[in-house]
């Protein structure tokens, strides 16, 4: 295995597992990971949501495994985080009181499209044309 598929094995198991905490995390840091007021739990939009990323992390660990025969589960993440980032945002401008997500979420999402996409493109895995 070579260096920079080393990089994206690992990269992929830390953001898997930040994924399966979402939940958490919008406990500890509400305004920059939880889009409604109350507990996690009051809002079934959000346990949706905690639901799908935290299925997605545990899909992202097992890639880690080998991540060319994963390369469409993982480019899925790349274009889908930078996508669930700029609307985000968006809403985020649109909506003062969740400015946080500027400085929480949003550049999270940001983050993991950058790292994982430029893995991908220096790693052996197929890239996947657009």
């Not at 939940?23 to 889009?35: E, I, K, N, Q, T």
């Not at 007021?37 to 992390?57: E, K, N, R």
């Not at 994963?70 to 889908?80: D, E, G, H, P, Y």
Request: glycine share 8%; aromatic share 10%.
């Amino acid at each position: 295995m070579s260096d920079a598929n080393k990089l994206l094995s690992a990269a992929l198991i830390l953001f898997g597992v930040i994924f399966c905490l979402i939940y958490p995390l919008s406990m500890v840091w509400p305004s920059g990971w939880a889009w409604h007021q109350g507990t996690p739990q009051s809002s079934d939009y959000f346990m949706m949501i905690v639901g799908i990323y935290a299925t997605l992390g545990v899909f992202l660990i097992r890639a880690a495994k080998d991540p060319a025969a994963n390369a469409s589960l993982i480019w899925f993440t790349v274009w889908s985080s930078i996508v669930h980032a700029a609307v985000m945002a968006w809403e985020s401008l649109r909506n003062p009181a969740m400015g946080g997500h500027l400085m929480g979420d949003v550049p999270a999402l940001l983050l993991v499209a950058a790292v994982l996409g430029a893995l991908m493109m220096r790693g052996d895995p197929r890239p996947v044309a657009i």
